[in-house]
């Protein structure tokens, strides 16, 4: 594989089930990051992790949880899903140590909550 | 509180010429993005402009303003695959990227 992979692509949940959404990159970046996209918003950031064994909290992270193991790997957990977590769920990374630090993406999560 | 403004939706004719506003009320500045979203896809990345001034790349050039806080997306050459959404995102003190909500761009025959 090259660049970030998202599982699965869509998915249609009951409300108050738990949920982890997955993304992994094989480009070494340090830093992964989660957004979430609603028609008529601008991309929120959910949570970010700036190298492997940290993260922290963007500007929506109530209802989400994640984890940072090692590099490549970053999921994202709704521990109880609400219908207003419906969304398209965009995973990127990037390298902090070089060029512009752009954002690659994954292709995303199409999320139903229900 | 950090504002990114752009225009919701632009229709232009192929071949023509098409400027895409963004202007930013952000704590700190650390660099301005485009990129562009096709429906039902991913965000792609076009530009970076970090200094003031013009920055071309192809078709595609990005200008910058940081007094005025201000930069646009100039299409030239208008294609039909140049429909899509073009995202403007600045880079914060923080370096975290805030994100415009997009400008849809119609091209028409």
């Known amino acids: 594989i090259a660049g970030i992979t998202q599982a699965p692509t869509s998915q249609i949940l009951a409300a108050g089930r738990r949920m982890t959404l997955r993304c992994t990159q094989d480009m070494r970046h340090n830093a992964m990051y989660w957004y979430r996209q609603d028609l008529g918003l601008g991309l929120r950031l959910i949570h970010y992790?700036?190298?492997?064994?940290?993260?922290g909290k963007g500007e929506v992270p109530d209802g989400y949880s994640v984890s940072r193991a090692n590099t490549d790997d970053f999921p994202l957990t709704l521990a109880s899903a609400v219908p207003s977590q419906t969304s398209v769920y965009f995973c990127?990374?990037?390298?902090?140590?070089?060029?512009?630090?752009?954002?690659?993406f994954g292709p995303g999560t199409r999320l139903t909550v229900l | 509180g950090q504002n990114i403004d752009q225009p919701t939706e632009m229709t232009a004719t192929e071949g023509a010429i098409v400027q895409i506003n963004c202007t930013y009320q952000t704590s700190g500045f650390n660099g301005l993005f485009w990129y562009q979203q096709h429906a039902g896809e991913a965000p792609t990345f076009l530009s970076y402009?970090?200094l003031d001034g013009l920055e071309e790349k192809g078709r595609f050039s990005s200008f910058l303003s940081r007094s005025k806080g201000y930069s646009y997306l100039l299409l030239k050459e208008l294609q039909m695959k140049d429909s899509a959404s073009y995202l403007c995102a600045v880079k914060d003190s923080n370096y975290q990227l805030i994100w415009g909500a997009g400008t849809k761009l119609i091209i028409k025959p």
């Open positions: 992790s700036n190298t492997a064994g940290t993260t």
């Open positions: 990127a990374s990037s390298d902090l140590d070089s060029g512009y630090n752009e954002q690659f």
């Open positions: 402009n970090v």
